[in-house]
């Protein structure tokens, strides 16, 4: 069974564990400042209780960024991305967010195509951003809210 929860500091290991084996991006130093956060939430998807997925959301007023959004490499390619996706989406609707921005490597063409696929669209380039050199696309999906 599916679902989504929120995960709090405690959990920090899996997020760490998960991190690690996927696109090794922060230290558990940085997911504790991530956590600190003021604004941020992080969301884990289950499969009955093993954790396949997570994305941490930072909302400030009616914007908000995507600021790590993985799923177990044995998972992928099944919808689960997208159904994590979706269910931030909804929050964004939910929280009257006008906008939802991310960053991905240019060289990422899995992400490419994946954001792409829920209509974000490129706004902006920063060179040289990843520690390999490559460059991160800015991407943003306006959102219409009620
Ligand atoms: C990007 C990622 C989250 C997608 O998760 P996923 O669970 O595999 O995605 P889904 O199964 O929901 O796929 C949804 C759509 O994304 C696109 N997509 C996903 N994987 C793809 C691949 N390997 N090649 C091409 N398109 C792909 C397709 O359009 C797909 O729709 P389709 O299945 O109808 O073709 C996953 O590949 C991942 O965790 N990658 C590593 C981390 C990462 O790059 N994060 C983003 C930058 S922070």
Redesign the pocket.
Known sequence: MISIKDIKEKDLDLCYELDSN??SLWSKKQWSKEFKKKGIKVFGLLLSNLLVGICVFHVVLDEAQIN????NQKF???????YLMSYLIKQCEKLNINKLFLE?SQT?T??E??YS?FDFSTVGIRKNYYKDGSDALLKEKKLTTK
């Open positions: 996927t696109i790590f959004f993985v799923i992928r390619k099944k919808g689960f991305g997208s991905v990422n899995t992400a195509k994946f696929s």
